[in-house]
């Protein structure tokens, strides 16, 4: 079935790192995808990975994946109170070819100055 | 270009109106999607257009929910009979037919509660 886990709450320190783990279960998914959710904005693309890919690095992020386990996980190196939102992650599941993202609950992630 | 835009941003109605949202995608956007996301939950898929034709509805979307998208531009969201478990956040997206890697553009979003 579709179902893609995340935890619920993170909670760091100003200029530590995060790291937000995800669960899925589509091994069809070309892309998996790690949005940003701010108090009364929009969801905002943060960064994606190709499947065939196992690590991604794009300025303060990192994004690990582990194709077998079907694992992904983002990285935020120097966590700033900028940072304070929900992050969802979502794979894209090939079948039906329609590209609908399936989405985790998403991550809160408090950053403590 | 300005983005997704959705109207209105809130509605509020009384159990068994109906109400109706529109969804404006990026221009040259085939592909449309609308998704639902209550309090605490991620976004949950309910339909999925390519330019005018719906090709994909959720489970989720009872008889009481209708999608159109007549010119293969803005796309409209109706419910009728609205319950108070209707109340959400309805969320449109739209993303090119042969976008790298496919990603959707969201908009703001149209709260709905229903009381």
């Known amino acids: 079935g579709e179902d893609v886990e995340q935890s619920l709450f993170l909670s760091v320190r100003e200029g530590d790192s995060s790291v937000i783990n995800c669960t899925y279960t589509?091994?069809?998914?070309?892309?998996l995808y790690w949005y940003k959710q701010e108090p009364g904005a929009g969801l905002q693309l943060l960064t994606y990975?190709?499947?065939n890919m196992d690590m991604k690095q794009d300025q303060r992020l990192t994004v690990l994946l582990n194709k077998k386990d079907k694992h992904l996980s983002l990285r935020i190196a120097d966590t700033q109170t900028g940072d304070s939102a929900i992050y969802f992650c979502a794979e894209s599941p090939n079948a039906g070819n329609n590209r609908k993202l399936i989405w985790g609950l998403g991550t809160s992630l408090a950053v403590n100055p | 270009d300005t983005g997704v835009s959705q109207d209105p941003r809130h509605k509020i109605t009384k159990r068994g109106q109906n109400v109706t949202f529109r969804c404006d995608p990026i221009s040259e956007h085939n592909r449309l999607y609308w998704y639902r996301q209550t309090l605490g939950q991620g976004p949950e898929f309910l339909t999925y257009?390519?330019?005018?034709?719906?090709?994909?509805k959720s489970r989720l979307l009872s008889d009481r929910f209708s999608a159109e998208r007549p010119k293969g531009s803005f796309s409209t969201l109706e419910i009728q009979r609205t319950e108070q478990g209707d109340s959400a956040m309805y969320l449109c997206?739209?993303?090119?037919?042969?976008?790298?890697?496919?990603?959707?553009?969201f908009g703001p979003g149209t709260r709905l509660t229903v009381l």
């Open positions: 257009f390519q330019n005018e034709a719906q090709l994909e």
């Open positions: 589509d091994s069809s998914s070309t892309y």
């Open positions: 997206a739209s993303t090119p037919l042969a976008g790298a890697y496919n990603e959707q553009f």
């Open positions: 990975i190709f499947s």
